[in-house]
């Protein structure tokens, strides 16, 4: 077994786990624990800014693979420990490396069964690293399905309300998608005899595959569009979010959703071309049920979290609209809307990771999320207050925030291709700004209410990653190409796959 | 040649025209950054460095607006700067300077400057001194940014930060609710609006394909122009839909009836805010817009009419709204919605040039009004309301001069600034042929006597007759300064005001005479400046649209300050009519509790949910339960007992055995 690569990427995965092992095995005190995992959640965001600092956009492709091969030594079953960072999963490391630092932080109130929690917390950010830098597809899978577990504990013991119910909706949908993913992997791999995922796309064109491509196509975006989640599958969502812990919801919107985007993008559009361009009008019209529908449930949503929550429905939904714009128009595909898709997980990621961190933070002051009891706390917690409305205004795509540069993406990209699925979807827009500025109305803004007169604005130590995630909404807002760029290099090579897959000449006159 | 402009002038260079954003810009971060959160107990900085950063942005405008001057008006060419580029999508940011930029500058810079002074005075004591002036300073550089994009996207980001700040002004005093309502339903509408101009702008790029064969860029400002003048870029319906996508965004920021119910609430804010709001920003922006983007509208009659019939239907229905308000701000706020129209409708009969003319006027003697109204409600304690008011004119001099002024400035009379640009609007109107250009005409001129007649029923109800006690007997201000007898406001308030009247005044003939005026050529403005020539001064109208007004200003002054006609006796016989109209025609009634309440919110959202709850979630539901009682029925069989397992086991080997001795 021969290990190739410098290890910077085996580390970024799996240093969170060593620290879960460590403190499971050595730490007793409740306070030593916090200051490891803090520890060992910033030193995984730095690693995540070394990987996202060390990839070289100007030579592109592929780079820091970590590979063994043969780790699991069958003859006729080639697993391998593969693992990889393109323009794509790049800016989701960062993503990751930076929730995770907020997730770890944001938990530092938490009073139960302490060891516990932060063990499973770091492994969750094990099996999300996992997921983003795998390259063989066994890999991938045993990534995926590791996430469900720490998630499933983290929610039914400290969560709150039907945390139990929630925990197992969240966990019974997940598994549903990712069994027929399963299937749908080990057909492709009957069909082509390997789980290397670069090596796939091109093996896929090349073989005849044991099932029509588009079941297969099925079968797998199925798990992503659970997890992204794509109506009418987005039950769990809500739920879950709502009885999950604050850093649980941080993590959960900020990377996990993402990793259906990515599948998505990764492998439904970069290995089935063909199947993606067929597919892409029904990718637009539920982006745009996502993007209403969700948007219009929200505005009812009388919790703060379970708010947040719909309203990443709704935001995904632009993720869908965006890859829509695959099928081209006239025989060209344009980078743009996949680009912009990619953006949107990236932005979505910072911008509800800082929206769940400040309602976490309001519940902690306050110990109530309905927003009916809620009004005046900007007198009480100004600093929240500014993070609140950045973060919401973020939400509603204002120029200037990051929210704006992925929204703009994916309209520009899309409008030309679906023009009237993209017009009906930009409306969204408005409907964002209803529901996020009557929030800040109900809860925010007024007069201040006799029973919140004692509570106290966010702690030095909270307006740490309030800073950091404020920052890099900002930054990306107004500088997006340093990001971007990354995203554009990481699509083009499945832009030109499509175009030469010869997809279009079918679609289009 | 513009022989005004001394020899030694050198032309403004992009640095400097940068620095015309980059100040305000410059002190929003100071104060938002340094001075609020660190030296919060020295906020009187903040109001200075805003002063001293704008006052340094109007000098370098003063200058643009000489150098585009010197090149008879000409724009001068800065090629634009990559930005961000992703695919065919490539975003440039620079600067248009022409003559349109250029004023444009000139109006907001120097009526910002003249609002944050006022301001200074206004606002003192306030807890949120610094924050003030952090937002103003990034309204007044967000508005600059809109005026000098050269690229469409550069243009809506401001355009949005225009709309964010306009929002977190209103929302000032975020603690009363009914600011946070109106900061809420200003930002809501004008989205409504931005969705269009959203849909225009993606509409106009996936046009690129016939843009690049010309080489040129759709999201440039410029290339657009070139677009139009080639004739064959874009087809006349494309470019009608893209500029009616546009003049949405301009109807919502430039509240246009029907999306005109934000701009009355606005002013929840201070009231200087309001005065930069209805002047400068947020207001002029669509109307800019529809300038901006004049070719595209030319380029399509259908878009262009629509322009002229909301204009002119704005223009009197806004003012209809104004007679009978007693909010003086309302009245105002009204006054700002009627004079848009004016400058719409202006655009609407294809004379850009003629509405930016009155939207110069306008910004000065609105401002002054609103400060004026300011001025007065500080005397008075704090109501705005003017049943409360009343014989102010003796202890308020200075005030009622200048507010004096500026209504007669608003209602046209010969010869302030108001007349020249209004009677311009008349006369393109009046000379265009077709029926749209001339019923709106008719409709503009008789909003001349309704403006007159609101405005005096303004002056007289406020600065003649008896005081009636101000604050004090206003049952619907709850807090106000202890009770005190009015009083003039200090002169960091009517400094600013006095420069504005002597603006009211003279504005319109000395930029735009209509005969050479020493080295001034007629017309300058209009024609050498704005390079539009078909507006001509037209004795017969002004004198038509003078005798209109002065017929207002009689009305006014009989029924508030002879009393030969009874107020009360006009209100009851028109009743139904008061009564709509004071209600303001129930569109927050249509807009709020119909639209958005009962059929968005309780109908379309409330079905959702319960969809979504029920039907979709309830689906899950019956799935698992019927995966649960297969599991349970199957679990039956498992009993526990080997004698029925053998049973079960022997009967099953049995009907194995039976049918393969069937088959054989």
């Known amino acids: 077994m021969e290990f190739e690569g410098n290890g910077l990427l085996t580390l970024v995965v799996f240093l969170p786990l060593a620290g879960a092992l460590g403190i499971a095995l050595f730490i007793k005190r409740d306070k030593q624990v916090r200051y490891i995992a803090g520890a060992v959640a910033l030193a995984e965001l730095i690693l995540s800014v070394m990987v996202f600092t060390t990839y070289d956009l100007s030579k592109g492709g592929l780079q820091l693979v970590d590979r063994t091969s043969q780790w699991i030594p069958i003859e006729s079953f080639k697993v391998e420990y593969y693992l990889g960072v393109d323009g794509l999963s790049t800016p989701l490391v960062l993503l990751t490396g930076l929730l995770g630092f907020a997730a770890v932080y944001a938990s530092w109130s938490i009073k139960t069964r302490v060891r516990e929690y932060f063990v499973w917390l770091l492994v969750l950010q094990t099996a999300v690293m996992g997921v983003f830098t795998s390259l063989d597809f066994i890999l991938f899978f045993l990534m995926w399905e590791l996430e469900m577990i720490p998630m499933f504990f983290l929610i039914s013991i400290w969560g709150s309300g039907r945390r139990e119910y929630s925990a197992m909706k969240f966990l019974i949908f997940t598994f549903l998608g990712s069994a027929f993913m399963l299937v749908g992997i080990l057909a492709l791999f009957y069909s082509t005899g390997t789980f290397d995922m670069i090596l796939l796309p091109d093996a896929i064109a090349q073989t005849e595959l044991i099932a029509p491509a588009g079941i297969i196509f099925g079968l797998i975006f199925t798990a992503f569009a659970v997890k992204l989640p794509v109506w009418p599958v987005h039950t769990w969502l809500p739920d879950a979010h709502t009885d999950a812990p604050t850093a649980v919801s941080i993590m959960l919107a900020g990377v996990l959703l993402k990793m259906g985007g990515y599948g998505m993008i990764r492998v439904s559009a970069g290995m089935f071309p063909e199947v993606i361009v067929d597919a892409a009008i029904v990718l637009a019209a539920l982006g745009v049920v996502n993007v209403i529908y969700g948007a219009i449930i929200t505005i009812r949503q009388t919790d703060l979290k379970r708010l947040v929550a719909y309203s990443s429905i709704s935001h995904m939904g632009y993720v869908l609209i965006g890859i829509s714009s695959v099928a081209g128009v006239g025989g060209l595909v344009s980078p743009t809307g996949l680009t912009g898709a990619a953006m949107q997980m990236f932005t979505h990621g910072t911008i509800t990771g800082l929206m769940f961190l400040v309602v976490g933070l309001t519940y902690e002051k306050v110990h109530t999320r309905s927003i009916p009891e809620l009004g005046g706390l900007s007198a009480r917690m100004p600093v929240i207050a500014v993070a609140f409305l950045i973060a919401g205004l973020a939400s509603l795509g204002l120029p200037g925030t990051s929210g704006f540069v992925s929204e703009i993406l994916i309209f520009l990209g899309a409008f030309p291709v679906y023009g009237w699925f993209t017009g009906v979807a930009v409306f969204g827009v408005v409907l964002t700004a209803g529901y996020i500025l009557w929030m800040a109305q109900r809860t925010m803004f007024g007069p201040t209410i006799d029973r919140f007169s004692n509570v106290r604005d966010a702690s030095r130590m909270e307006m740490v990653p309030l800073a950091v995630l404020i920052g890099s909404i900002i930054l990306v807002g107004i500088y997006p190409s340093f990001v971007s760029d990354m995203f554009r290099d990481g699509v083009a090579g499945i832009v030109a796959d499509i175009q030469r897959s010869g997809a279009l000449a079918m679609v289009l006159p | ?664």
Request: proline share 3%; charged share 10%.
């Open chain 2, 1 to 664: 040649m513009t022989d005004f402009i001394p020899n030694f002038w050198q032309q403004i260079e992009e640095p400097q025209a940068w620095l015309i954003f980059l100040f305000p810009l410059g002190a929003f971060l100071v104060n938002s950054l340094i001075i609020r959160p660190f030296f919060n107990q020295y906020s009187k900085l903040s109001g200075w460095i805003t002063v001293v950063s704008l006052t340094a942005s109007f000098v370098l405008s003063v200058y643009a607006v000489g150098s585009v001057a010197a090149n008879d008006g000409r724009s001068i060419g800065w090629a634009s700067h990559e930005w961000v580029e992703v695919a065919n999508f490539k975003m440039t940011v620079g600067i248009m300077m022409n003559s349109l930029t250029a004023l444009m500058l000139l109006v907001v810079t120097g009526v910002s400057l003249l609002v944050q002074i006022y301001s200074m005075g206004y606002m003192k004591g306030d807890s949120g001194y610094s924050r003030y002036f952090a937002y103003m300073s990034l309204f007044t550089a967000s508005m600059v940014g809109l005026v000098m994009s050269s690229n469409i996207v550069q243009l809506f980001v401001f355009w949005e930060l225009v709309g964010l700040c306009s929002f977190l002004l209103i929302g000032f005093w975020f603690h009363k609710p009914s600011a946070a309502a109106a900061a809420k339903k200003a930002f809501l509408v004008t989205r409504v609006g931005d969705f269009g101009f959203l849909l225009g702008i993606l509409y106009l790029f996936s046009q690129g394909d016939s843009f690049t064969a010309n080489n040129l860029n759709p999201l440039e400002i410029r290339d657009i122009e070139k677009a139009i003048g080639l004739g064959t870029v874009i087809s006349s319906s494309v470019a009608g839909w893209i500029a009616l996508g546009f003049f949405l965004g301009a109807m919502g920021k430039s509240g246009q009836f029907p999306l005109h119910t934000w701009l009355p609430d606005a002013m929840e804010g201070p009231t200087p805010v309001s005065s930069l709001i209805h002047a400068a920003t947020m207001v002029a922006a669509g109307v800019f817009l529809v300038a901006r983007f004049f070719p595209l509208f030319e380029a399509s009659p259908v878009a262009l009419d629509t322009v002229a019939i909301i204009g002119g239907v704005t223009v009197v229905f806004a003012a209809s709204m104004g007679l009978v308000m007693n909010d003086i701000k309302r009245v105002l706020a009204y006054s700002t919605v009627s004079q848009l129209g004016y400058m719409m409708l202006a655009i609407g009969v294809g004379a850009p040039g003629v509405a930016i003319f009155h939207l110069f006027t306008h910004a000065f003697f609105k401002c002054l009004l609103f400060q004026g109204a300011g001025s007065v409600s500080h005397a008075v304690g704090g109501t705005f309301d003017m049943r409360y008011m009343g014989g102010l004119r003796r202890v308020m001099p200075w005030t009622y001069a200048t507010f004096l002024i500026g209504s007669l400035s608003l209602a046209g009379i010969f010869p302030l600034a108001g007349f020249w640009s209004k009677d311009e609007i008349l006369a393109s109107a009046q000379g265009q042929a077709g029926f749209i250009p001339q019923a709106v005409f008719g409709l503009a001129l008789i909003a001349v006597t309704m403006t007159a007649f609101y405005m005096f029923r303004v002056l007289f109800m406020t600065f003649e007759g008896d005081y009636k006690g101000g604050a004090d007997a206003d049952p619907d201000v709850e807090s106000h300064a202890p009770s005190n007898t009015p009083h003039e406001s200090a002169w960091s308030m009517l400094g600013p005001m006095v420069i504005l009247a002597l603006l009211a005044i003279f504005a319109g003939f000395v930029a735009n005479p209509i005969v050479n005026l020493g080295a001034i050529p007629e017309h300058w403005l209009v024609h050498d400046f704005l390079h539009e020539s078909a507006a001509k001064f037209n004795l017969g109208i002004a004198a038509i649209s003078t005798f209109a007004a002065i017929l207002g200003i009689l009305l006014a002054y009989l029924m508030y300050v002879s009393k030969t006609i009874s107020a009360q006796t006009v209100v009851s016989s028109v009743r139904p009519i008061h009564t709509v109209l004071s209600r303001k025609y129930y569109f927050d009634e249509l807009y709020e509790d119909l639209l958005t309440t009962r059929v968005f919110y309780r109908g379309l959202a409330g079905a959702l949910d319960w969809f979504d709850r029920c039907v979709v979630d309830g689906l899950v539901r019956v799935i698992d339960n019927f995966g649960r009682n297969i599991g349970r029925l199957i679990g039956q069989a498992q009993t526990g007992q080997v004698q029925s397992y053998g049973a079960v086991l022997s009967g099953g080997v049995l009907v194995i055995l039976g049918v393969l001795l069937f088959l054989k």
